[in-house]
């Protein structure tokens, strides 16, 4: 066999053995992508798109333990949401909760951790200094109270009720803590269109009937048109 044909015959040798083992590795690859695809279905809502309660918390403290005192934790409860879901339908219901979680990613932005916890609940932990918490949560809930166009083209009004907790207004970066003042007093400004913005007093308000009932002197900002 000349040279020539032994270099080809190499060359074929070569590309054959590339080729059989790139078989097993496409396989492996295309089965990584449908585990990743997977995996991150289990960490979002199917409806909304926005994290689950598991993915939701770990971003969010990592956000807390980053940022600090700089941190805001946001509660969000839909008004009225039960009359819109059984007088125009789930399907209505569906339209407004995406609507609610697409504004409240646009106002967060992407390096936020933004949950629904359930239902019409929703959770947003962002880096948000004080010195721009009232304009900042003034624009959510106007962007909160802007009706919805519904896909049969009906338009319905919503709201929501905003409540806020700050890591140096409370004295801790534990989350649930955190979490359960904003709660506090999100339930201190229902259906009042306005965003509240807990005291330290909010940190030890006892819990009524699974709900923690709000004290005085809160800071509200923000009211709709």
Do not use: C
């Amino acid at each position: 066999m000349s040279s020539l044909l032994r270099f080809q015959a190499r060359i074929g040798q070569r590309a054959l053995l590339l080729t059989t083992a790139a078989v097993p590795l496409t396989g492996w690859a295309v089965h990584a992508v449908a585990l990743h695809k997977q995996l991150a279905a289990t960490r979002r809502d199917p409806l909304t798109g926005l994290l689950r309660r598991d993915a939701y918390t770990a971003r969010a403290r990592r956000l807390l333990a980053r940022h600090g005192d700089d941190t805001t934790v946001i509660m969000v409860d839909a008004d009225r949401f039960k009359e819109i879901n059984d007088g125009l339908g789930h399907a209505a219901g569906d339209t407004v909760l995406a609507s609610i979680a697409a504004r409240l990613t646009a106002w967060a932005g992407p390096r936020a951790a933004i949950g629904r916890l359930g239902g019409d609940e929703f959770a947003v932990v962002l880096d948000l200094p004080s010195d721009r918490r009232k304009q900042r949560l003034a624009q959510l809930i106007r962007m909160l109270h802007t009706p919805v166009t519904l896909d049969d083209d009906r338009t319905v009004d919503v709201a929501a009720s905003v409540g806020a907790a700050t890591p140096d207004v409370i004295g801790t970066r534990d989350l649930t803590r955190l979490q359960k003042a904003a709660d506090a007093t999100l339930y201190d400004g229902k259906h009042s269109g306005k965003a509240v913005l807990a005291t330290a007093a909010h940190a030890t308000t006892p819990s009524v009937n699974g709900r923690r009932a709000g004290r005085p002197g809160t800071a509200v900002w923000g009211r709709a048109a």
